[in-house]
């Protein structure tokens, strides 16, 4: 494992109570990661020419402490991000047996035009389909589209299913100051639907963030606020009562709708502006999508099984960031949850929702997990 990975494992001893020892009857259980980047060397060297870094919310109201942390973690993540074999030692050391591998969000690349956006998305799905096929009892994927021009992006969603066999797509919250519960996005939505592809919600800071500049708030607290923001559009605004088999997952535990779900209920029963759209409360629509436990702490992962159902909650990392949780097992564990629901949470949930043979895969980890210990004896 690389130093980076090795310094992030060593600071699991400064997070007291929220990992605990993982029972050894959870060894049958499928470990299915759906929160994990790849970064396309290919695409990069796409859009450099064009690309203005400063347009990114991440960057453009982070300081210059934040952005100096995050300049030397790219460095240091990149090996990371583009081996197979750095990928697949910290899976075997954090104990997930699947990863389902999606973009990092700085590659949505939502300001490019339709030539560069295309090729770019294409070059980053390409390499996430040749990881999957390197090894795809151990990932799955899911890529990119350009969702800046809605008639291309459901282009390249089509080819990543039909000629990758990739399982769905990553979106942002937002598409260049364009919410997802604009009408010119419903095409997009339409044909995930019909595709029956998984779409995995993941910010890159807050939109709007200028007060959020210091001590990284542009991201542990601004991330959850705009997935908050995207899904109260997604809601609102029709997206969700129209298209009622989309299969969304958000990223970092839902952002804070799921703890906070009443206020919105509240409004939609009192205001006239808030129940225009949607027929029933936004709890309905907000029970239908599902969530990854990526919380930190082991009592809020608790409530949000509680809040969400234990058919919702997906185990999730964030590798290889700082921002990752590096003893995923260890954390469903301290939250205390019954086998059944662990098990859901752990593996059976995201296998389910991508359309992985979850009985075969089970039986083949727990094997290989068996042997490895047996090794190591």
Known sequence: MDSHLDRLFDCRGALAGQH????????RFLRVD?????????????????ADPMREPILRFASPATRAVNRAQLEAVHGAMTSTDARLRAMDATGIDVQVVSPSPGQYYYWADPEVARAAAQAVNDDIAAIVASDP????????????????????????????????????TSVEGVDLGDPSLRPVFARAEELGLVLFLHPLGFSDGQRMAQHYLINIVGNPLDSTLALSHLIF??????????????????????????RMDHAHAVRAD??????????????????????????????????????????????????????????????????????????????????????????LHSARRASLKRRRR
Not at 240 to 262: F, R
């Open 20 to 27: 605990a020892p993982v029972p050894d009857t959870w060894d």
């Open 34 to 50: 759906i929160h994990c980047h790849l970064h396309s060397d290919a695409a990069e060297a796409m859009v450099r020419p064009y």
């Open 137 to 172: 009892d151990r990932f799955a994927g899911l890529g990119t589209v350009p969702m800046q021009h809605p008639d291309l992006a459901i282009a390249e969603m089509e080819r990543l299913h039909r000629e990758l066999g990739l399982r769905g797509i990553e979106i942002g």
């Open 237 to 262: 605004g029709g997206v969700l009562e129209a298209h009622p088999g989309l299969k969304i997952c958000v990223a970092h535990g839902g952002g804070y709708l799921p703890g906070y779900a009443g």
């Open 274 to 363: 808030c129940a225009c759209c949607v027929p029933h409360p936004p709890s309905h629509y907000l029970r239908r999508l599902y969530v990854d436990g990526l919380v930190y702490s082991a009592d809020e992962l608790r409530r949000l099984v509680e809040s969400q159902g234990a058919d919702r909650v997906l185990l999730g990392t964030d590798y290889p960031f700082d921002m990752a949780e590096f003893d995923p097992v260890g954390h469903v564990a301290a939250a205390g949850l019954a086998p059944d629901a662990a098990e859901r949470v752990l593996g059976r949930n995201a296998a389910d929702l991508c359309g992985l043979d979850h009985a075969r895969l089970a039986a």
